[in-house]
């Protein structure tokens, strides 16, 4: 039987904003609220603003990275300021922590408080206003975005930085630099050369490329060729080897996206039309070891092995069940590792993204997901009973979330496995051995150059000491034929030296 207390989702909305001149200045509440009203008209339910107990808000990147501060402003209680802006008077506001995970976080967290009565009916939203951002700021417009709506939101989510004091210190701290060096050691398990896995690695997003030029929100609606992208030039420069501009999530967009989410008992009260009802059949979260230093393989990823099973089992699916499928693609190590661990080809005829992708849809901060959601609910809608899964990552491959959507009815009261369950299983997997003070023979374990737009700015590499084994993280002079060199040559496995220098690792190559 289907139960009253059986957790739906009803409405979406998404905004994707190319047009409107930066000088109107629309902040990224402006924007998220106006998909938070697509989201209400999608439901079809007079009264469900009033409905609504509980509105959620996905920390926007200008609060969560120095890389996207803005001098702007922002809202003390953001979630509140889009509430406001939809006259919802909510009971909860929640704010997220970062992470690329949040999205699928929420909805699963959501799907149980409201099988559990905690949750009469939420609100989930996010985007970013990055395009106009950085136009305001580069122009030097006057623009205001601080709010002070009253009161201080909840906030949901590991808030804890991504990275240590010791890679800190090497300059191992952002997605950009992070994502490039796990690129590497996938290369090296693959056994692959430069040129070819550059090619590889264009054949798997020319694919994510053909999707989003066929999506009328997507941001970038060109179709690029897998030669293309992998050709480097002046329009497709390096940013961080192995990865051209071209492939990697593009932020500096103008999108919102928002989720509504109620039980089935409400849903029947409000009159909302059944055909609107999308389920959560399985859903899982989890986390790799924080930091990327104490991951024995980088080409790996425990928590997506083990989370996608979780989330199939709990929906009582197979991969041969699933009709439509979208993998977290901010860089192509998150799509490789993912195809990897839940057993996809990455050449899948189903494809791995029904958006486009971060690079190509629009990488909008922590929200991409919700765009993703939004469209896996007008995709299940409009095939019923066909079965979906969305994957979600925060940080560098370290935060999980995983949701199973589908019209199809979930019979019988829902509930999911704790997750401290599988965070119990992931955290009490091996270590890599690592040392703070690195010094002797070594060979480079991986390493990525990163550019600015002049050319060779500087490398970060992990590598392993000759005489244990141990792992460090190093930097190498930022003389611009040693990074040269490094990036032209093969280096995985290349044998150097490693001293320490006022407490950083510096690594010199063998010639």
Known sequence: MLEDSTPILIGYGEVTDRTTPFEAARSPFDLIAEAGR???????????ARSIDTVAMVRLFSDSSP???TKLGTSTNPPKSVANRLGIDAERYIHTSSGGNMPQFLVNAFAEAIANGEIRSALIAGGEALRTQNALEREGCA??????????????GETRRGWNDVEDRHKLRAAIVIYPLIETAIRGFQRRSIADHLRAMGQLFARFSAV?????LATRRDVFSADRLATVDEENRWIGFP????????AYVDQAAALIMTSVGEARRLGVPQAKWVYLHGCADGNDHWYVSDRIDLHCSPAIRWGARKALEMAGKTLVDLEFID???CFPAAVEIGCREIGLAEDDPRGL???GGLPYFGGPGNNYVTHSIAEMMRRVRAQPGSHGLVSAIGNYVTKHSFGIYSTAPVLGPWQRESPSVLQSQLDALPTSRFVEHASGPATIETYTIMHNKNGPDFCVLFGRLNENGARFVANTTTDPNVLADLQERESLG????????MGQNVFVPAD
């Open 38 to 48: 697509h989201a209400l008209a999608d439901a079809g339910a007079k009264d469900l």
């Open 67 to 69: 890389r996207f501060a």
């Open 143 to 156: 623009a205001c975005w601080s709010e002070d709506p009253g009161g201080q939101p909840e906030i949901v």
């Open 212 to 216: 989003a030029a066929n999506n009328p």
């Open 243 to 250: 990865y051209p501009r071209l492939m990697v999530s593009n």
């Open 327 to 329: 993998l977290y693609s």
């Open 353 to 355: 993204t029904i958006t």
């Open 494 to 501: 290349r044998p150097g030296t490693v001293h320490n220098q």
